[in-house]
């Protein structure tokens, strides 16, 4: 199963955009399935009311962290680059999905859905497939 197949199946299970997304590449990231269903878990819905960043983008930016980071506790180095890839994760996004913000992607206000919740996820997933692949690439 692949990384949309699975963050679908997730989604299906009743898992929230965050955790859907998070779950789909657990086996990549060196963390315990508990562990990022728990860390996802208040990212749902917008950080849980609508009104803030989809969950499916706060997923991608987290498993930046997750990828980036130099985990340097007492010199911490890796900030800058990790920054700068969020900010690539969100700008792809943006242009994938029409908006960063939940309530703006489900059209809470202007009764305009610019994209739904298994395609914000599809194209989160996406956007870190390609962060890994450039990675890969890199080294």
Same mark, same amino acid.
Do not use: W
């Given at each position: 199963?692949?990384?949309?197949? &699975?963050?679908?199946? !997730?989604?299906?299970?009743?898992?929230?955009?965050?955790?859907?997304? !998070?779950?789909?590449? /657990?086996?990549?990231?060196?963390?315990?399935?508990?562990? !990022?269903?728990?860390i996802?878990?208040?990212?749902? *819905?917008?950080?849980?009311n609508?009104? /803030?960043?989809?969950?499916?983008?706060?997923?991608?930016?987290?498993?930046?962290?997750? &990828?980036?980071?130099?985990?340097?506790? =007492?010199?911490?180095?890796?900030?800058?680059?990790?920054? /700068?890839?969020?900010?690539?994760? /969100? &700008?792809?996004?943006?242009?994938?999905?029409? =908006? !960063?913000?939940?309530?703006? *992607?489900?059209?809470?206000?202007?009764?305009?859905?610019? +994209?739904? +919740?298994?395609?914000?996820?599809?194209?989160a997933?996406?956007?870190?497939?390609?962060m890994?692949?450039?990675?890969?690439?890199?080294?």
């Amino acid at each position: 199963m692949n990384h949309k197949e &699975k963050a679908d199946m !997730l989604h299906k299970k009743g898992y929230n955009c965050c955790q859907s997304v !998070l779950l789909a590449f /657990q086996d990549e990231l060196g963390v315990d399935p508990e562990t !990022l269903f728990r860390i996802g878990e208040g990212f749902g *819905l917008g950080m849980g009311n609508m009104d /803030q960043t989809c969950g499916a983008l706060s997923a991608a930016v987290m498993i930046a962290g997750l &990828k980036n980071s130099d985990g340097n506790l =007492a010199e911490p180095k890796s900030k800058r680059a990790t920054y /700068q890839l969020a900010d690539k994760l /969100q &700008k792809s996004f943006l242009e994938k999905s029409g =908006a !960063l913000v939940c309530r703006e *992607l489900k059209g809470i206000e202007t009764g305009k859905v610019l +994209c739904p +919740c298994p395609v914000c996820i599809s194209n989160a997933v996406e956007i870190v497939e390609d962060m890994l692949a450039s990675r890969t690439d890199e080294k």
